[in-house]
Structure formats: structure tokens, C-alpha cells
């Protein structure tokens, strides 16, 4: 099972940049986002599509539609150049899986 | 807090063997779902393996499928990986996970808490 994300996405400061992970069994299985910076573990952002976990700033949200998921990250911010992985679970809802990452530069 | 410390890395020839441990804190460590992840030099993440909270459900990457073998120890807060029959492309730093409370029964759905890493290289 595959989940499909760009290999890169480039925003200047105060833009918004939108990151999108499409899997044929979105639809029927909660995505997950990970922000990892270079040298660090990778940090939970977004779970369950859209919820955002405490201490994750607002700018950052998720959304879904059909077979595709998107975070997006409103007014980004030098601090947000990260890779950004995308999770789901497989067809079967028996093993989890990454995406292949987002590198998100901020120009 | 929460902390989660892995140790056991290093370097290994091919088809040699190493253990790998995470020592957990912070936390009721028997209540949750643990994994372990890991992340080739310049490449994605992988989970490699996980195991339900009372060691009920464990499953495995193909990858390492009947190489590698998960464990924990409850009552010493600690996750294992057994790595057997290493290859050059098992090369990676390995994180443990934590699985949020209360999810699934079978599976941790997603990773809540990471620890920082160990590294695995194996070389002849």
C-alpha cells in the first residue's frame, strides 16, 4: 500500500503551504502528519485527519476529501522548514504506513 | 514527562546480530501500544514492528519479517527489537513510539511520543 505526497513544496514567509498525501484507502482510514527537523525525531502535528494535538500551533490544520489528505500550514513561519510525513493505515487496517515526506522550504 | 530512550545501536557486519532496548518513563508503559520505526540515511520513515500493550498482537514490515522480533517487558518499562541476519539496507537510525491511550486493541494507528533515535550500520 502507497501514500503518495510531493517530493517538495516552497513558500515564501506569511504564505500558506499545503501538503497533500493520497492513498486509496483514505477514505475509510484516519491520516496522520509528523513534522521532522533535520537531526530530530519526527513530531505528531495532526491526528485523526484534522485534530491538532496540544502545544501544535493553529496555523497548522488537516483536512480530507475522497482519496486525498492535505495540511495545510497558514502564514508559515521560518521555524516550519521541515520534512512532513503523512500515516495511515493500510487497506486491511492492519499495519501502518508512512508516506514518502515533504521537504517544505521556506524561501 | 514523558521519555523515551533507546540504546543498543552500532556497528555491525552483515548477517551479524544486535538487541536493541528503549527505556520508557514518564508514563503507565504497560497501558500502551509500542513500535519501533526507523529511518534510513536521507530516506522516509518505515515502521518496522510493533507490539500491543500485554504483548497480545505483534506485526512486522516484510522487510524484516522473520529477522527481527519485538518484545517489552511490563514490569521493566522496556521495549526490545531483536535484529538477526542483518543486511546493508537494514542500515538506519531506529526509533521507538508510543501509540496514543485507549486507541485500537490491535494496533498502535499512530506514534504520539518518539524517542530520539539509535543508530544501526551495518558494514562489513
Known amino acids: 500500500y502507497v501514500l503518495t505526497q510531493p517530493p517538495s513544496v516552497s513558500v515564501s514567509p506569511g504564505q500558506t503551504a499545503r501538503i497533500t498525501c493520497s492513498g486509496d484507502a483514505l477514505p475509510k482510514q484516519y491520516a496522520y502528519w509528523y513534522q521532522q527537523k533535520p537531526g530530530q525525531a519526527p513530531v505528531l502535528v495532526i491526528y485523526k485527519d484534522s485534530e491538532r494535538p496540544s502545544g501544535i500551533p493553529e496555523r497548522f490544520s488537516g483536512s480530507s476529501s475522497g482519496t486525498t489528505v492535505t495540511l495545510t500550514i497558514s502564514g508559515v513561519q521560518a521555524e516550519d522548514e521541515a520534512d512532513y510525513y503523512c500515516q495511515s493505515a493500510d487497506s486491511s487496517g492492519t499495519y501502518e504506513v508512512f508516506g514518502g515526506g515533504t521537504k517544505l522550504t521556506v524561501l | 514527562q514523558v521519555q523515551l530512550v533507546e540504546s543498543g545501536g552500532g556497528l555491525v557486519k552483515p548477517g551479524g546480530s544486535l538487541r536493541l532496548s528503549c527505556a520508557a518513563s514518564?508514563?503507565?508503559?504497560?497501558?500502551?501500544?509500542m513500535s519501533w520505526i526507523r529511518q534510513a540515511p536521507g530516506k522516509g520513515l518505515e515502521c518496522v514492528s510493533y507490539?500491543?500493550?500485554?504483548?497480545?498482537?505483534?506485526n512486522y514490515a516484510d522487510s524484516v519479517k522473520g529477522r527481527f522480533t519485538i518484545s517489552r517487558d511490563n514490569a521493566k518499562n522496556s521495549l526490545y527489537l531483536q535484529l538477526n541476519s542483518l543486511r546493508a539496507e537494514d542500515t538506519a537510525v531506529y526509533y521507538c513510539a508510543r501509540a496514543p491511550y485507549g486507541g485500537s486493541p490491535t494496533r498502535p494507528e499512530y506514534f504520539q511520543r518518539w524517542g530520539q533515535g539509535t543508530l544501526v550500520t551495518v558494514s562489513s
Open positions: 507490539i500491543t500493550s500485554s504483548s497480545t498482537y505483534t
Open positions: 514518564g508514563f503507565t508503559f504497560s497501558d500502551y501500544h
